[in-house]
Nanobody, 122 residues
């Protein structure tokens, strides 16, 4: 079972960026999938998640209104569209999956992908 995150890069403040996470090795149709980030010297924090069933979404207050999580046509794919990026959004971004949405929002994942670095310059 694998989660593959991609799409990070170097952008300027105010720019947009879209991250992708593709799952393989099992079906994630009964899972919640989410994005997390970890800045240098800080703990990993919840960013956003989505449940496949009903497509319910949740966001951290720091990104609400700027980031949008969505699922792709392939059941095991999730995206994070990041608009109006700020320097404080700079971090390594990870995707993860958990059957339990509350646990996932508590930064507990059954499966984790490798990180993708997002750097926002001022």
């Amino acid at each position: 079972v694998q989660l593959q995150a991609s799409g990070g890069g170097l952008v300027q403040a105010g720019d947009s960026l879209r991250l992708s996470c593709a799952g393989s090795g099992r079906s994630f149709s009964t899972y919640a999938m989410g994005w997390f980030r970890q800045a240098p010297g800080k703990e990993r924090e919840f960013v956003a998640c989505i449940r496949w069933s009903g497509a319910t979404t949740y966001y951290a207050d720091s990104v609400k209104g700027r980031f949008t999580i969505s699922s792709g046509d392939a059941a095991n794919t999730v995206y994070l569209l990041m608009d109006s990026l700020k320097p404080e959004d700079t971090a390594v971004y990870y995707c993860a999956a958990n059957r339990n949405t509350a646990e996932l929002m508590g930064v507990e994942g059954n499966y984790w992908g490798q990180g993708t670095l997002v750097t926002v310059s001022s």
